[in-house]
Nanobody, 124 residues
């Protein structure tokens, strides 16, 4: 099991950028595949990006491809999501998730551990 704490959310104008961080506890972070999901008010949680344990492979939802970058620092147990050219429709609570033994999973049920979320609001 791994504990996750997100940070870096906030209010930004359309076209702006943010970088989210997800600090993980435990010595096994480098063995977990990781993902970022988001949930807008009144909507279901949706996949945004995933990365394999080594950080070599990544996968993105079409809605964020080319604008968001997921990467990780296994030496310091931190997952990141760099978000550029933000749009109002990116407004949501963003969650990081960890999953042992999975590869670039895109559904919430495949992840075992979740952070508490961080709010991202993009104004038009």
């Amino acid at each position: 099991q791994v504990q996750l704490v997100e940070s870096g959310g906030g209010l930004v104008q359309a076209g702006g950028s943010l970088r989210l961080s997800c600090a993980a506890s435990g010595r096994t972070f480098s063995s977990y595949a990781m993902g970022w999901f988001r949930q807008a008010r009144g909507k279901e949680r949706e996949f945004a990006a995933a990365i394999n344990p080594s950080g070599v492979s990544t996968y993105y939802a079409d809605s964020v491809k080319g604008r968001f970058t997921i990467y990780r620092d296994n030496a310091n147990n931190i997952l990141y999501l760099r978000m550029n050219n933000l749009k109002p429709e990116d407004t949501a609570v963003y969650y990081c998730a960890a999953g042992p033994g999975i590869i670039l999973a895109t559904t919430p049920d495949e992840y075992s551990d979740w952070g508490q979320g961080t709010q991202v609001t993009v104004s038009s």
